[in-house]
């Protein structure tokens, strides 16, 4: 089988579906919080539970996008489970020594998915058995939409999972023997969330001068809580791992649709 990166409109509409789908089966189905981005870090004892509806809905999305090339579909399939399966044990079982790499997991895994489908659905001119975004437009308008749906439900979900194994790793993130309110922890990952998708649409819009109002804004919301020196560094981690990870993500948005629209 030659390998080939997507380049004609159908091969683009099927990869961005892929991704979209990927998005949505680890961060959108079944229990989505990991070990690393739980408050109170209590393994799971039947971590295989969470992957089924995932592996699922990977399995039957995936020969209906690729269904009309067979072989391309079950080695997309074979992929598609052994990554999930990876990711949903390191999330549910969390070793002490997978706890501090949780960042690593989350990006790699899902970036191993991004190249590996793109390598797979390669050159293919067929259309996908069904498209997603049935809407009346072109094709690679589609595609940038999917992108976009994907890219933004990452930053809701899959930046979440990112900033928290990263605040677990510098030794930010409250643990059984710290006090925490839940409320506010639950809040905190919300206004993360908001942030990430204005920061995102700002960076992919070119306003670069409202990234450093946007920032100020809410160090000046917090300005009172910042004195407590645990709460600053929980603050200033989180927000810089969250900013990266919104810029990335703008800069990404910006080129699908310079591209695709």
Request: glycine share 6%; charged share 15%; net charge positive.
């Given at each position: 089988?030659?390998i080939?990166?997507?380049?004609?409109?159908?091969?683009i509409?099927?990869?961005?579906?892929?991704l979209?789908?990927?998005?949505?089966?680890?961060?959108y189905?079944?229990?989505?919080e990991s070990?690393?981005a739980?408050?109170h870090l209590t393994?799971?004892?039947s971590w295989w539970?969470p992957?089924?509806?995932?592996?699922a809905?990977?399995v039957?999305?995936?020969?209906?996008?690729?269904?009309?090339r067979?072989g391309?579909?079950?080695?997309?399939?074979a992929?598609?489970?052994?990554?999930?399966?990876?990711l949903?044990y390191?999330?549910?079982?969390g070793r002490e020594?997978w706890?501090?790499?949780g960042?690593?997991i989350?990006?790699g895994?899902?970036?191993?998915?991004?190249?590996?489908?793109a390598l797979i659905v390669g050159e293919?001119v067929?259309?996908p058995?069904?498209?997603?975004?049935?809407l009346?437009?072109?094709?690679?308008?589609?595609a940038a939409?999917?992108?976009?749906?994907a890219?933004?439900?990452?930053?809701v979900?899959?930046?979440?999972?990112?900033?928290?194994a990263v605040l677990?790793?510098?030794g930010?993130l409250?643990?059984?023997?710290?006090?925490v309110?839940?409320v506010?922890?639950?809040r905190?990952r919300?206004?993360?969330?908001?942030?990430?998708?204005?920061?995102a649409g700002?960076?992919?819009a070119?306003?670069?001068?409202?990234?450093?109002?946007?920032v100020?804004?809410?160090?000046?919301?917090?300005?009172?809580?910042?004195k407590r020196?645990?709460?600053?560094?929980?603050f200033?981690i989180?927000?810089?791992?969250?900013t990266?990870?919104a810029?990335?993500?703008?800069?990404?948005?910006?080129?699908v649709?310079v591209?695709?629209?």
């Open positions: 089988m030659t080939h990166w997507p380049a004609n409109d159908a091969a509409l099927i990869w961005s579906q892929l979209l789908l990927w998005v949505l089966a680890l961060y189905v079944g229990r989505t070990v690393w739980r408050v393994p799971s004892t539970t992957a089924i509806p995932r592996l809905l990977l039957v999305a995936t020969a209906l996008l690729l269904g009309h067979w391309r579909a079950t080695l997309m399939i992929i598609a489970w052994a990554l999930a399966l990876l949903t390191a999330r549910e079982r020594k706890r501090d790499r960042a690593e989350e990006l895994l899902t970036g191993a998915y991004v190249l590996l489908s293919t067929s259309r058995l069904v498209v997603l975004l049935a009346p437009m072109s094709e690679r308008r589609i939409l999917c992108f976009a749906a890219i933004a439900g990452f930053l979900r899959g930046a979440t999972q990112v900033v928290r677990n790793k510098a930010s409250p643990t059984k023997a710290t006090a309110d839940e506010e922890y639950n905190g919300l206004i993360g969330s908001i942030e990430r998708l204005l920061l700002v960076v992919a070119g306003s670069y001068a409202a990234l450093g109002f946007l100020a804004a809410k160090g000046l919301v917090r300005s009172e809580d910042l020196h645990d709460f600053a560094e929980y200033l989180g927000t810089l791992a969250s990266a990870i810029m990335i993500a703008g800069g990404l948005l910006r080129l649709f591209s695709l629209w």
